[in-house]
């Protein structure tokens, strides 16, 4: 059968298993998710995200070392829809992410449901506020992620990062653990799964559910040093957060710009390695 024939016969298949397991995850974020303690919701959420990768046949293989208890900002190169699912399918995780995502049909309601913070691009007000919403996610123990780049790539390389957001984790005195997602097909570095530009999400699902040999390394790399010259500035990764009275202040942290930058350069060395 032609290489085409065979897309369109994948397609079709695990579109068959991807609507309905859609559907469940929309009722599942409508009734389920208000019933259920935090610990519940992130253990449906890992395994939901699981099962939707494998239900698209992309296989995901977790290297490195990472935080999967209390506050981390997880920091990561951007490269399509399906980078929410996997880093889900490692340690449930809020994120923040561009207001435009909510409209995305699907998608938008799902990641809107699981605790998404959404930021309207060039609002400095926006800014402030999901600072705020940050902090307060971070003090009940949870894992958020960013995609500071603030948009997607093909994925071989990086875009200039945004520091604005890095402001929260100055006064939080949490971990902040960089990541680098490397997307492969059979075995090779591909762009197959990149969704960029004006592409349309149904363009980008046709494509990659009508493919093969799809897989995400994500990389967990070591977490970034807050430090400012050296002198330590947080607790280690796994200690809870510290108490108003005893956390380090935020001039004793390096400015957000340095830790964005920090981050871009181990993510880079993470994607060439």
């Given at each position: 059968?032609?290489?085409?024939?065979?897309?369109?016969?994948?397609?079709?298949?695990?579109?068959?298993?991807?609507?309905?397991?859609?559907?469940?995850?929309?009722?599942?974020?409508?009734?389920?998710?208000?019933?259920?303690?935090?610990?519940?919701?992130?253990?449906?959420?890992?395994?939901?995200?699981?099962?939707?990768?494998?239900?698209?046949?992309?296989?995901?293989?977790?290297?490195?070392?990472?935080?999967?208890?209390?506050?981390?900002?997880?920091?990561?190169?951007?490269?399509?829809?399906?980078?929410?699912?996997?880093?889900?399918?490692?340690?449930?995780?809020?994120?923040?992410?561009?207001?435009?995502?909510?409209?995305?049909?699907?998608?938008?309601?799902?990641?809107?449901?699981?605790?998404?913070?959404?930021?309207?691009?060039?609002?400095?007000?926006?800014?402030?506020?999901?600072?705020?919403?940050?902090?307060?996610?971070?003090?009940?123990?949870?894992?958020?992620?960013?995609?500071?780049?603030?948009t997607t790539s093909l994925g071989d390389d990086l875009l200039p990062f945004h520091a604005s957001l890095f402001e929260p984790v100055r006064f939080a005195s949490v971990p902040v653990q960089p990541l680098a997602m490397q997307f492969r097909q059979h075995g090779k570095r591909s762009s197959t799964a990149a969704f960029v530009g004006e592409e349309t999400l149904v363009a980008n699902l046709?494509?990659?559910?009508?493919?093969?040999?799809?897989?995400?390394?994500?990389?967990?790399?070591?977490?970034?040093?807050?430090?400012?010259?050296?002198?330590?500035?947080?607790?280690?990764?796994?200690?809870?957060?510290?108490?108003?009275?005893?956390?380090?202040?935020?001039?004793?942290?390096?400015?957000?710009?340095?830790?964005?930058?920090?981050?871009?350069?181990?993510?880079?060395?993470?994607?060439?390695?």
């Amino acid at each position: 059968m032609a290489g085409g024939a065979m897309s369109v016969v994948w397609f079709v298949a695990r579109m068959a298993f991807l609507l309905p397991l859609l559907v469940v995850g929309l009722l599942c974020v409508a009734v389920v998710y208000p019933l259920l303690s935090v610990r519940g919701r992130c253990r449906l959420n890992r395994r939901w995200s699981r099962l939707l990768l494998g239900v698209c046949g992309i296989r995901v293989r977790a290297a490195g070392t990472p935080i999967l208890e209390g506050p981390v900002l997880y920091v990561a190169n951007h490269v399509s829809w399906i980078d929410i699912f996997v880093m889900n399918s490692v340690r449930a995780t809020a994120f923040i992410a561009k207001s435009e995502i909510r409209a995305w049909p699907v998608i938008g309601y799902l990641v809107a449901g699981a605790g998404t913070l959404f930021i309207q691009r060039g609002q400095r007000h926006a800014v402030h506020a999901v600072s705020e919403a940050m902090q307060a996610r971070f003090a009940q123990g949870e894992a958020l992620g960013l995609f500071p780049e603030g948009t997607t790539s093909l994925g071989d390389d990086l875009l200039p990062f945004h520091a604005s957001l890095f402001e929260p984790v100055r006064f939080a005195s949490v971990p902040v653990q960089p990541l680098a997602m490397q997307f492969r097909q059979h075995g090779k570095r591909s762009s197959t799964a990149a969704f960029v530009g004006e592409e349309t999400l149904v363009a980008n699902l046709w494509r990659v559910l009508g493919s093969r040999g799809l897989s995400v390394d994500i990389i967990y790399l070591p977490p970034l040093d807050l430090s400012v010259d050296g002198v330590p500035a947080r607790p280690p990764a796994t200690a809870s957060p510290q108490s108003p009275s005893t956390a380090p202040s935020a001039a004793a942290v390096a400015p957000r710009a340095i830790l964005a930058e920090r981050a871009r350069q181990a993510i880079a060395r993470g994607l060439n390695g």
